[in-house]
């Protein structure tokens, strides 16, 4: 188990390894769902001037903005009389209890770009591969999972989540998953 370490930034999830990895791993998978690293609307050259900002975008650059949409959850079975109740409750209760796990602005968020001036925008939406859905939702396990070390989890509710993550478990090595979108929404700054 991956050591409690609380972050003075505001950071609800750990900088530990298990975290760092657990990102990595996100990383991977994003690639493969949506097919690339920079989105190939994008025109960029290869060139020694290149830079790429990771917040915001360059003066007469692109934005491209990578969310996951935590209201588009669903549950996916490789047979339908797959046990999955507590997966279900995992995902129920943790979205429906923690505001950062359901923002309803992901949905919407090509809009807001556009209201900002940007043009071109691209709202790329994609559930990807049936290959990378056991893994995105052992993402999200790994997850649940921080906040439970990080006491981001009453007390009284602990021991009764640590058991209800090991049986979700069960369900996922069973065939069930939970399923979500992910999105990119690019847009370039007006010339």
Not at 32 to 40: Q, R
Not at 183 to 189: D, E, M, N, Y
Request: net charge negative; aromatic share 8%.
């Amino acid at each position: 188990m991956a050591s409690k370490q609380e972050s003075s930034d505001g950071y609800v999830l750990s900088r530990n390894y298990a975290a760092t990895s657990r990102l990595n791993l996100q990383h991977f998978l994003w690639r493969e769902t949506f097919g690339y690293l920079l989105h190939p609307s994008l025109k960029v050259k290869e060139a020694e001037s290149l830079r790429i900002a990771d917040v915001g975008s360059e003066p007469g650059g692109y934005l491209q903005w990578g969310e996951p949409d935590a209201e588009s959850v669903r549950l996916v079975k490789s047979n339908p009389s797959n046990p999955s109740e507590s997966l279900e409750r995992v995902y129920a209760d943790m979205i429906g209890s923690m505001a950062l796990f359901r923002p309803t602005w992901v949905k919407e968020l090509y809009r807001a770009v556009e209201a900002e001036g940007l043009t071109e925008v691209i709202n790329d939406r994609q559930s990807g591969p049936p290959h990378v859905w056991f893994a995105f939702n052992q993402c999200n396990m790994m997850i649940f999972d921080e906040l439970l070390e990080q006491g981001k989890i009453p007390k009284e509710k602990q021991q009764e989540w640590r058991q209800l993550l090991d049986l979700a478990n069960k369900e996922c090595q069973q065939g069930a998953t939970m399923l979500s979108d992910r999105l990119h929404v690019i847009g370039r700054k007006p010339t």
